[in-house]
């Protein structure tokens, strides 16, 4: 399958692409999976992998190609392999991800992503994220274990609240928040909590977000207008639309 014209623009903006083959997967709860693979010669072509780093995936949609964006979980850059995680809904991405076997392969493409740390790196992390975000919020949490972390999660379903984090009690805070009025609650949550926390001195602060489009909107300008935090203490991105 050709990548028709998302692919073109991908290339110009040099785009690299790569044939991931699958090794297996497992069904973590009855809406999220994850899919083993191979790497294609991907993490080998990058030098290894960042905190939060994804790729788009290609698969097809009423006969023409579709691109989605996952991150990378667990990369092991000596055995080329990493894992891929899915919060099943309906889409050609889930079903792929669902009928997914070994010997399965998929097309990539390594375009867009980018993400650093702050150097010096933050003495406290706030998190805002939801089931499609939580690999990269995993990533994030592995790449700086003893930072004291908050995190709020937004749940859509019950299955949700299972879902494993890579959490270390001593220096993590969850709280689930359900999903309501599209997102509307989550907004209101951080709202109310965050300014508090942050304190009068948020210059050791670093705050990641990354739910669906409006959300993510709505947090960033609130954070940067509002809280009056610089551009290189927010990452904010969009990572679905209702």
């Known amino acids: 399958m050709g990548h028709g014209w998302e692919g073109v623009v991908l290339k110009l903006f040099r785009g690299r692409d790569f044939t991931f083959t699958v090794t297996g997967a497992e069904q973590v709860t009855d809406r999220f999976r994850r899919v083993h693979v191979t790497d294609g010669g991907l993490l080998a072509a990058t030098g290894g992998a960042h905190p939060t780093m994804w790729v788009r995936l290609w698969f097809e949609k009423d006969g023409k190609p579709h691109q989605r964006a996952y991150t990378l979980v667990d990369p092991d850059p000596e055995a080329g392999t990493f894992s891929l995680e899915f919060a099943l809904h309906e889409g050609p991405a889930c079903a792929w991800a669902r009928e997914a076997k070994a010997g399965d392969t998929i097309d990539a493409t390594l375009q867009g992503t980018g993400f650093t740390l702050p150097d010096p790196a933050p003495a406290r992390l706030f998190v805002i994220g939801d089931a499609a975000a939580l690999p990269a919020v995993n990533s994030l949490l592995d790449a700086v274990p003893r930072t004291p972390a908050t995190i709020w999660f937004e749940t859509a379903h019950e299955d949700d609240r299972k879902l494993p984090f890579r959490l270390d009690e001593a220096h993590h805070t969850l709280h689930h928040v359900?999903?309501?009025?599209?997102?509307?609650?989550?907004?209101?949550?951080?709202?109310?909590?965050?300014?508090?926390?942050?304190?009068?001195?948020?210059?050791?602060?670093?705050?990641?977000?990354?739910?669906?489009?409006?959300?993510?909107?709505?947090?960033?300008?609130?954070?940067?207008?509002?809280?009056?935090?610089?551009?290189?203490?927010?990452?904010?991105?969009?990572?679905?639309?209702?």
Do not use: I
């Open 178 to 242: 359900e999903r309501r009025e599209a997102g509307a609650r989550l907004v209101a949550e951080v709202k109310a909590a965050l300014p508090g926390l942050l304190g009068e001195d948020r210059s050791d602060a670093y705050v990641w977000v990354a739910c669906d489009t409006s959300t993510t909107r709505a947090r960033s300008a609130y954070l940067r207008k509002e809280l009056g935090l610089p551009k290189d203490r927010v990452n904010a991105l969009g990572y679905w639309r209702p």
